[in-house]
């Protein structure tokens, strides 16, 4: 399927990078990851390895700060152990399992990660998801806390959407998908920490200009349509009815996997040229504060490409 993927996208025309200190974040957030039990037996601590949450935060924040790049990081780690959870441990299929769960994280969410506040006891990944507001909240940048503490609300909430299709056997309509799609990837409050991680990160006036905000879910789209197409073996092999923009398609046109799959691929390439198109007239504005933005989001696409192609995640 990766072969597929590889010849069937087209590869975004963004300049690659990677940071530095990459190396050292990685072996770094995985102690932290195992500091909060995150990862408590050796399979667990191989696998997050494998995932390689610092390859892909290293090619999405390449000129940040190397605190900033180690919070993307540790945002990544708690992403896929919280990916995982869900989808191989089986808590995702279950909303009766999962909404107090869900319910405990959402509390630690309400503290914004307050110093003076005790947490909840959410147990690791609670614990941990307190420890990534409270370092969020010593940047002193009040907007920026806020958004992230919404966006994983707004991720938390569409994973019981998830669960219960998943339950239920349902495969949404597409533009059903396509919406909630883009809160399950998680990708919004890397995203935002990314911006954290910037020199420049964007004013409250720039986020909030539809330009942007429209850049924004082209940008999410992409992620988010890239790691479906590149994990959709994986996920088809382990559920016939896998939640994945492949499945859907087929579901709502009734096309073979083949024609999903290309269908797919080519939802992928014209959403990359609208990107092109709307980067180009946001540009075009003359707002050159917006670049650092725009250079975030592009790295975010680039990332993603190349961090799928090689990522034993997906193997």
Not at 201 to 217: G, S
Not at 258 to 278: I, M
Request: hydrophobic share 45%.
């Amino acid at each position: 399927m990766r072969s597929f993927a590889i010849s069937a996208l087209r590869e975004p025309p963004f300049t690659a990078g990677r940071h530095g200190a990459t190396e050292q974040v990685a072996s770094e957030s995985v102690e932290w990851a195992r500091a909060f039990g995150l990862v408590d037996s050796s399979h667990r601590v191989h696998r997050l390895q494998r995932a390689d949450a610092a390859g892909l935060a290293g090619r999405a924040c390449p000129d940040g700060s190397v605190d900033g790049l180690r919070l993307l990081t540790d945002l990544i780690s708690w992403l896929f152990v919280m990916d995982d959870a869900c989808d191989e441990d089986g808590l995702g299929a279950d909303p009766v399992r999962l909404g107090p769960a869900i319910s405990t994280l959402l509390d630690v969410l309400d503290r914004c990660g307050d110093p003076d506040v005790v947490p909840p006891a959410g147990g690791p990944l609670g614990d941990a998801l307190h420890d990534l507001c409270r370092r969020i909240r010593l940047h002193d940048h009040a907007a920026l806390l806020l958004r992230f503490v919404s966006q994983v609300r707004e991720y938390l909430l569409a994973l019981l959407w998830e669960a219960t299709n998943r339950e239920r056997r349902r495969i949404p309509e597409l533009a059903e998908y396509v919406q909630l799609r883009r809160h399950i990837g998680g990708v919004h409050p890397c995203l935002t920490l990314t911006d954290l991680a910037s020199a420049q990160p964007p004013r409250p006036t720039q986020r909030a200009d539809p330009a942007l905000v429209a850049l924004d879910l082209l940008a999410v789209d992409l992620v988010c349509w890239c790691n479906d197409l590149f994990s959709y073996g994986k996920e088809s092999q382990a559920d016939p009815d896998a939640q994945n923009l492949v499945t859907v398609i087929a579901q709502e046109s009734g096309a073979d996997e083949a024609d999903a799959l290309q269908a797919a691929a080519d939802r992928f390439n014209e959403g990359l040229a609208a990107y092109l198109t709307a980067e180009e007239a946001l540009l075009a504005s003359g707002e050159d504060g917006v670049r650092p933005a725009l250079t975030a989001r592009r790295n975010w696409v680039r990332a993603t490409y190349d961090w799928s192609v090689a990522a034993a995640r997906y193997a």
